[in-house]
Each structure stands twice: as structure tokens, then as C-alpha cells.
């Protein structure tokens, strides 16, 4: 993937608010106040980072200059205290910059309920404010990792506005597989032009379908944070409908691989599975039954087990507070039938090819309604011995 | 307990449905007939015993002279044939005991999307009807069993309109713990003399803070269902207000009992968890985020690794999506205080004594919100390496 995108430079380091040598602190730095959109966590319990960064993104209109980024400490729970930790990373990074401090965002993902090592940070920031270079992308990718198994990044260009544009992302954590690590951070920038209202459209519209479609154990912490940011030095011509919606699919389409890898980094995944709800009423209701079955634990440790236990499936779909017929149903795993009309036509021999089925790492279950033609997705995964193991046995 | 309740005959056999020895047919007979009140599953995928009995009790003003159940096949996802098996079997019954077959109940937990063997279950009912005390209470309520580790049962006694009464129930099934088993099934017998109205009012009271205040995974089945039948044999007067209320708690009380047994009995539960929230602006608040607390794969998995990790609890909660301030959080491990206005304050002596509260079979985990005077509760258990190779391993 590329690793550069006009109008941003990217530095990390080894603060020290991690135990082990990994880089635990990064900088994204506009070299011009990009045009910033996010969306943040819904969880009522909000991280003093995500209090602060909403405000500012509120206050400022959307204009950003950096941010800046720890790992290993979530800066959560942590009162009044803590938000003024969160102001003070936006402050000292200002000064280093020498940009208005109104313009730099904080995140921060770790552990919930430790104040943040101030003197390790405010070092950090001075190293890479000072050489804004250091690591490059790939060192930023890294410095925003916690239990993260490895670096994950993904690119896209796209021809737009009479220009190739570039969009840069990176993410981090499969959320709530990590244990007490808060959670999913992620950040795409690009050198496109791009109006604010715009680009907070096109986020909005491919969290739903991205970032906001996939569940590990259906939690969302405390801290989660999806920002993109447009530089406009790629200097692209105002975009038409056309170019906007390929840009918006270029910017879908990167969010979703950054989903999928999230998903397959998570400890104890090992089969990402794709829950299609087709011929629903309205796609509000195919998102929620999809998400039903995405959640259900019966479901995922079916996964886990790989048992296509169809009834498991129906079942789940009933549970999702949304009307539907069950005579209707159809059920698929891939493309081997095990449900139509809401009755079993599997034969043993069926059960098997869906056994098979389930052996891959990427598979979907696909559910028709056979009452309209909305459709809805959501990607689940398995829950097995090792979540439980990770989970469970944490801190003791 | 008490194995009696006046204007009540049990019975049961094994029809030979379940391929072990055990019950698998049984019979409730009520001498004339019993004022009824019933809860059923949420679940929009309904199996064929509960769409007839719901319809049942909906025509026939809540009179019913015998309950028919089987265990070993839940007659879900059966289509139109399965409801016509459903109809057979209130329509033997009915015939058998010369009772009209508009007022014969059908419940039925097991095996998901097989048909019944209907030969089997007539010669069965011929069975339990002719010999309408073989096996009494103890052995109706082994019958309905399906995974359970064992029987489980319960009763009170109440001084009410100038008579004392009983009240007598079983269950089956910690729900959705067992793999594609549908599901809990619940009832109850009391002799008492009350109105339609009152008991229905008594029950859907009762099941809110009880059978619907429990999860093991969230989900509800295909099958579930709660019955309260009075047959009015203990000539007690009309109930006066007070005396309803006393009633009403009898019923209360036998269902968290029943409730209780029904956690505990699942397999792979070692610990069944209250949680308790207090403080809350309403009822409603209260009760939706003790669900996501006792809801939460990270919250259940700290509750089976005995981790007293007070950040999930706080993150679960802030999850409801019910408004919170995280500031005035309060959170205690049974008695041990370890979050105050939102901020730790354990030190490591404390979290050492919430570790060994977490030991305890049973303790709670108490959220004060202190927003409000209203509070909530949901019976939460842990998600162990047990209940993932029953689930996962389950079939294959």
C-alpha cells in the first residue's frame, strides 16, 4: 500500500506508557488545517479524549492541524483529572507546532482508569513534534496498537475532480476483544478536496455499513473514534455527484478492508462471517436482524464449532424485536441452502457442504426475508475458547 | 417442597421421543376447569405449541382443563404440518379425558425443525391420561426436562382470603444455554381462588423482575413460556387488596426461586451475579442497563475469571444506550466499594476483597447512578470455556 499522502506527515515513538519498547505515542500533522469529519463512540461513558475532540471538532468547524495519539493508557473514568490531561496532550502539541491548539485532536486507547504518565507524554510530544518524520505511516500504525497482533493499513486512489487522489488509513484493535483496552481507533487521510458537509456525509454513510456493522461481543467503548481528514493538496477540481460518489466509494471500500482486518487481528478470531439479510421492509430492519445474528453467542460459538446449526440462525433472527415471517425464511450458508419457507430442506448430505462451508476464514450466512427488498450486513465472527481465555484469565 | 396442589392431577411417561429412558411426556389434568394467565417468548420465530396455545387461551377467556407437554423436540420451524401435530395432540388429550379440546394447553422444548413422532406421542397421551397419577408432580416435572443437569422445583404457602394456599411450580432449562434445546418452560399450580384479571396482572408483574430479568445469552427461544393455572379448590374468599398483594409476592417469590435454580442449573455456570442498579430516573432505565451489564461478554467472562474489572461494569453500563452521567457512577462487588463519582478508589487491598466476593456462588455487582430513586436488576452468570465446547462442540 502507499505509504504517503500529500499534506500530512506522521512521527511516533516510545514515550513509556507502554511496558515493552513498542511505539506508544504518534502525530498526524496537516501541513495546512485539513478538513476534518469523525464519528465517535455512542457509549455514554465517554473517554476524556473523545469529550475533548468533539468539542473541538464542534468549536472549530471542522478544521485540524494534528493529532495526537496514545496507546496503553485510554484516559477514561479518570474525572476531571483526566480532561485536563487530554487538554494539556492538545496544548503542549500546539506549542511544539506552533498551531492554535483549537485545532489538534487527542485520542487515546489502553487500559481504563489510570491517570496518564504526563511527564512521559509531554517528552513524547516534544520528540516527535521536533522530528515530525520519525517512523513515517507505518510507525504511526504501529503507535496506536495495544493488543493488536500486527500493523493494519490500507490505501486506495481514485480519479476524481481531474486528479488521482490518495486515501491513507490505519486502525487498531478489534474493540472489545481487547480486554479493558479501549478500543477502536481509526484514521483515514486523504489529499482530496472535499467540502466539510461532504465528507461528513460520506463518513457517516460508510461507518454504518463499516465500522458500525461488524461486532465482536457487541460493546462499544468507551473510546472509539473513526476520523478522516482531507488535505485538498492533491488539487482536485470541485467534486460533481459523479466524482463524490466515487470518492465515497473509494473511502466505503478502504473503511471496509480496515473492518475486516480489525476483525481477523482480533485474538481467537478465525472465521470472519458476513451476515446478508436480503428482502427485508427497510434496510433499518435488515441491519438489525443481521445484527441479531451477529451477536448471538449460539450463533458465534456455532462458528467457533463450525456446526451449521440453521436453527440457531432462524432463532436469533425472531429475537431481533422486528417483524417478520417465519414461514418465509430462507437460509443459506454460502451458497448451500438449508432453509426455505422457514422449514428445513437440508439433507444430511446439504449439512455437510455447509460443514465445509464454515471451515473457511471468510463465508457469509445469507438470510431472505422474502418481504421487501431492502438488504442489511453485518460482519460477525466466532466466539471460542480463546476469547474466553483472553478474557477471562486477564489480570488474574 | 409440597409434591400436591389441590384440583390438580400430574402424570407422565416415556413416550419415546428422547432416545434415553427418561420422561418425556407428561400431563397436567385440572379437575374442573383452572383459571389460566401465561407469558410466551418474544421471539418472532414462534414454534407451532405456542402459536396454538396462545390462540387458545385468547378464545377460550383464559379456562383450561389440561396442559399436554413434551420434551426431546421443541416442534419448531415445522411450518403448517407442525401446527396440525400441535392441534393432534390438544385433540387427543382432549378426547382422553373428555375435557373440550379448546381448553387443552401445548407446550413443547427440544431439538429445533424436526417433526414430532406423532405415533409415539398418542400412544403416549393415551398413557398419561388413563393412569392420571403415574410419576405425580416429581415426575411432570421430569418430563419436560431436556439438558438439565437435574428437577427443578419449588413451592409456597400464603394465608390469603381466610385459607392458606399453595403454590407450586417447576421449570426446565437455563434457556439458551442448551445448544438448539427451546427452552425455558414454566408452571405453576396454586389451589387459590383468583380472578383472570388479577393472576394475569400477578404473573407479567412477577415475570418482569424474574424469568424476563435473567440472561445467560441473551436470547430468547422459540418455545418459552410461563403458565400459572388456579384451580380455586382452596375455597379461599374473594381476594381483598392486601391479600392480592401477599399473593402476588407468593408468586414473586416462587419465580425468583424457580429463576434462580434455572442460572444455576445451567451447564457451565458456576456463579449467578446480580446486578443491581439503583438511582436510576426510571424503572425502565434501571432495568435496560442492568441487561447490558449482565448482557455483556466481557462483563461475563471477568465474572468466570474472577476479575473484579470494574472499567467493563462501568463501559457495559454506559452501553444501554440509556443517558447517564459517567461523574456520579458508584459501583460496589457486594460490599466492596471500588468506583466513586465515576473515579477509582480502590487500592489493591480492595480489589484483592472483590476478587474473593467473585468467588462466591452467588454475590451482586451494585451501579448507583444516583440520578434518580429508581432501580432495576437482571440475574447475569459466567460465560465460561464450558458453556463455548457445549455450545461450539454441540452436534459435531
Not at 41 to 68: H, M, Y
Request: charge should be positive; charged fraction near 25%.
Amino acid at each position: 500500500v502507499a505509504k504517503r499522502v500529500k499534506g500530512f506527515r506522521f512521527a511516533s515513538t516510545h514515550a513509556g506508557i507502554k511496558r515493552d519498547e513498542q511505539p506508544d505515542l504518534g502525530l498526524i500533522v496537516a501541513e495546512a488545517p485539513a478538513t476534518a469529519a469523525a464519528v465517535f463512540t455512542r457509549n455514554r461513558v465517554v473517554a476524556a479524549p473523545v469529550r475533548l475532540s468533539r468539542t473541538t471538532l464542534r468549536r472549530n468547524q471542522g478544521k485540524v492541524s494534528a493529532v495526537v495519539v496514545n496507546s496503553g493508557n485510554a484516559n477514561a473514568c479518570t474525572g476531571a483529572a483526566g480532561l485536563a490531561d487530554a487538554r494539556l496532550m492538545a496544548a503542549l502539541t500546539a506549542e511544539e507546532l506552533g498551531v492554535n491548539k483549537r485545532n489538534v485532536l487527542v485520542a487515546s486507547t489502553g487500559v481504563i482508569g489510570e491517570r496518564l504518565p504526563m511527564e512521559a507524554i509531554e517528552l513524547g510530544i516534544e520528540e516527535v513534534a521536533r522530528r515530525p518524520l520519525v517512523g513515517g505511516f507505518d510507525g504511526f500504525a504501529d503507535s496506536i496498537l495495544t493488543t493488536d497482533a500486527g500493523r493494519k493499513v490500507a490505501a486506495r486512489k481514485v480519479d476524481v475532480g481531474g486528479q488521482r487522489v490518495t486515501l491513507l488509513g490505519c486502525t487498531k484493535g478489534a474493540g472489545m476483544i481487547a480486554p479493558n483496552m479501549a478500543t477502536t481507533l481509526s484514521f483515514v487521510m486523504t489529499d482530496a478536496r472535499v467540502g466539510r458537509a461532504a465528507l461528513d456525509r460520506s463518513l457517516h454513510g460508510s461507518v454504518t455499513r463499516t465500522y458500525n456493522a461488524i461486532t465482536v461481543d457487541g460493546d462499544t467503548s468507551t473510546n472509539d473514534m473513526v476520523l478522516v481528514l482531507a488535505s485538498g493538496a492533491a488539487g482536485n477540481r470541485a467534486l460533481s455527484s459523479k466524482d463524490q460518489r466515487l470518492f465515497d466509494r473509494a473511502l466505503e471500500d478502504l473503511l471496509d478492508e480496515l473492518a475486516h482486518k480489525l476483525m481477523h487481528g482480533g485474538e481467537g478470531v478465525h472465521h470472519v462471517v458476513a451476515v446478508e439479510v436480503t428482502g427485508a421492509k427497510s434496510e433499518r430492519a435488515a441491519q438489525r436482524i443481521a445484527r441479531a445474528v451477529a451477536n448471538s453467542p449460539l450463533v458465534k460459538t456455532a462458528i467457533a464449532g463450525g456446526d451449521p446449526n440453521w436453527g440457531r440462525v432462524i432463532s436469533a433472527a425472531g429475537n431481533a424485536g422486528v417483524p417478520l415471517n417465519p414461514d418465509r425464511l430462507d437460509l443459506w450458508f454460502d451458497n448451500v441452502q438449508l432453509v426455505a419457507s422457514g422449514e428445513r430442506v437440508a439433507d444430511s448430505a446439504a449439512e455437510k457442504r455447509a460443514a465445509g462451508v464454515m471451515k473457511r476464514p471468510n463465508y457469509a450466512l445469507r438470510l431472505d426475508l422474502n418481504a421487501g427488498i431492502a438488504r442489511g450486513r453485518y460482519l460477525a465472527c466466532d466466539l471460542s475458547h480463546e476469547y474466553v481465555t483472553i478474557n477471562a484469565d486477564y489480570r488474574t
